[in-house]
């Protein structure tokens, strides 16, 4: 039925469960659950959520679009965000669009507690900005970047893509109290990657439904964990494992990738929450001391809401005049706590402390 490549039947969910919960998965489980659990409570901590969903959402979606090499730098994604330029690259642009999938799907799944197949549709929608939607056409294979040889070949017919689909989406809400829902997000994401339901934007999609997935089993309260950073660093074999499962029928390596990356970046963003967190406090205490009749707290945690400020955020967050507002940011900027630029038009107000931290 229009295939054009020798497609392997891809097994519905769920895999038998000897494959998916040997010893060493269910060590490792136990590991990353820890660390994650340890991140929810320390984002917990934090005086204003806004202030990390912001920061951690943006490099997420960098780094989640760099493992598709599209690349853009720090700079020019905040500068994006703050001010209406042209000449901005097709690359940021997606990334913003990748911010924008983020918090569609976080809402929808807030207002509804559940994911369908058409939610799924939405995000990659907003995603790669065109309506193309479900695959109809055969065509579609992966391939070897560099060798450009077949490496794997989904399913061709759309009525199996949507069969695949729903059987994916009914485990993707299931709550199976005896599984860990961390080796669960791995056959997941194992599963979404395989129907590859898209022309484009697989990838990327079922990134942000694992960060969902987390949020629909409590397992972190907002969208903070950067998990593409470890994909990032450990990109030959997120691709080399997909595969070898394809191949096999065997979970256990794949597994256990996605678990140390959950365990790793939870790792990884608890020091950068913490920093952040010491950070805020110097701030506080610094603008208490240099500037003390500007000091409110809605001010210091708007620089870190907006680690690129300007004018128009301050006289929004405060409800003062504008003069009032660049007062304030030039005065910032004279204590050392801001740097100002030219974008376009307007002056632009950089968090320079945040901006190190974030970048590491
Ligand atoms: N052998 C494989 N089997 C299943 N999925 C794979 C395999 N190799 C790569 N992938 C997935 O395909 C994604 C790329 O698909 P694509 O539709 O181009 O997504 P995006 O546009 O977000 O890059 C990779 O990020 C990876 O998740
Ligand atoms: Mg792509």
Do not use: C
Not at 49 to 70: P, Y
Not at 295 to 324: D, G, M, W
């Amino acid at each position: 039925m229009g295939q054009i490549a020798p497609y392997s039947q891809l097994a519905m969910l769920p895999p038998i469960r000897e494959k998916i919960e040997t010893i060493k998965i269910l060590r490792q489980a136990n590991m990353a659950a820890a660390a994650l659990a340890e991140l929810k409570g320390i984002a917990k901590t934090l005086p204003n959520q806004a202030m990390l969903i912001n920061a951690i959402v943006l490099q997420e979606a960098k780094g989640s679009s760099e493992i598709e090499n599209i690349l853009t730098t720090q700079d020019e994604l905040y500068k994006a965000l703050t001010v209406n330029l042209s000449g901005i690259s097709a690359a940021t642009k997606e990334v913003v669009n990748y911010r924008n999938a983020i918090i569609l799907g976080s809402s929808i799944l807030k207002k509804q507690g559940f994911i369908r197949v058409n939610d799924i549709v939405s995000i990659q929608q907003e995603l790669v900005n065109n309506t193309a939607g479900i695959r109809s056409t055969p065509g579609t294979v992966l391939k070897n970047d560099k060798t450009g040889e077949i490496v794997y070949t989904p399913p061709q017919d759309k009525h199996d893509i949507l069969d695949l689909l729903s059987n994916f989406i009914i485990q993707f809400n299931h709550n199976d109290q005896d599984l860990s829902p961390l080796i669960q997000l791995a056959v997941l994401h194992y599963q979404f990657e395989s129907i590859h339901p898209f022309y484009d934007g697989n990838g990327r999609t079922g990134r942000i439904l694992n960060i969902l997935y987390l949020i629909m089993n409590s397992l972190i309260d907002i969208p903070i964990l950067y998990l593409s950073s470890y994909i990032i660093e450990n990109k030959q074999d997120y691709y080399r494992l997909l595969n070898h499962t394809n191949k096999t029928g065997e979970w256990e390596d794949w597994i256990l990738y996605m678990l140390k990356a959950i365990e790793s970046t939870s790792m990884q963003t608890i020091d950068k929450i913490s920093r952040i967190l010491n950070l805020l406090e110097l701030t506080i205490q610094k603008v208490q001391i240099k500037a003390p009749k500007l000091y409110t707290k809605e001010l210091v945690e708007l620089l870190f809401e907006q680690p690129y400020s300007k004018i128009e955020f301050v006289v929004n967050q405060l409800h003062v005049e504008r003069k009032a507002a660049s007062r304030y940011l030039k005065e910032l900027e004279q204590i050392g706590i801001l740097q100002s630029q030219k974008a376009g038009r307007e002056t632009i107000y950089i968090n320079i402390g945040l901006i190190e931290i974030l970048k590491s």
